[in-house]
């Protein structure tokens, strides 16, 4: 197996955490019903999010909450052009304010989010791979 370090890691990590998102969208529909609720939507891609960056945090033992903090950056500013190009369509200058209000409020929201979901998933993942990239053996033990 290749191990992917720097750059090249960051790239692969944030392109699984995109399929993950996307595989949640598209499988949530399935498991709960044709229109499932926010809620559910949100919980389940919370909880895919923490998968995520668990799997990444395992894979990258070395410097893990520095190499989960670039992924997070780079989802955050994935989500945040995606909001801006949304949001923007179709352009109306009356309603220009209150759809960069939204953006940022949305951003905002968006960062915290991102964040949790890498405390927890980083934090899961020294239960599986400890910090020198060890397998964890006997848990009790270590």
């Known amino acids: 197996m ?5 750059w090249a890691a ?3 990590d944030t392109f699984m955490f995109m399929v993950i998102a996307i595989v949640g969208f598209l499988v949530v529909p399935v498991i709960f019903g044709s229109e499932p609720s926010r809620s559910v939507l949100l919980i389940f891609n919370i909880l895919l999010g923490v998968i995520a960056f668990c799997v990444s945090g395992c894979m990258m033992a070395d410097n893990r909450w ?8 780079i989802l955050c500013i994935i ?15 009356e309603l220009l304010w209150r759809k960069i209000e939204f953006i940022i ?6 960062i915290i989010g ?17 910090a020198d990239g060890k397998e964890r053996k006997n848990i009790k033990n270590n």
Do not use: D, Q, W
């Open 105 to 110: 409020i949305n951003m905002v929201v968006s």
């Open 114 to 130: 991102v964040y949790i979901m890498m405390a927890l998933g980083g934090g899961l993942s020294f239960v599986f791979v400890k």
């Open 10 to 12: 960051v790239a692969r």
């Open 79 to 93: 989500i945040s052009a995606i909001l801006i190009v949304t949001m923007s369509m179709p352009f109306n200058p």
């Open 2 to 6: 290749i191990k992917l370090k720097g």
């Open 66 to 73: 520095k190499h989960l903090n670039k992924v997070a950056m």
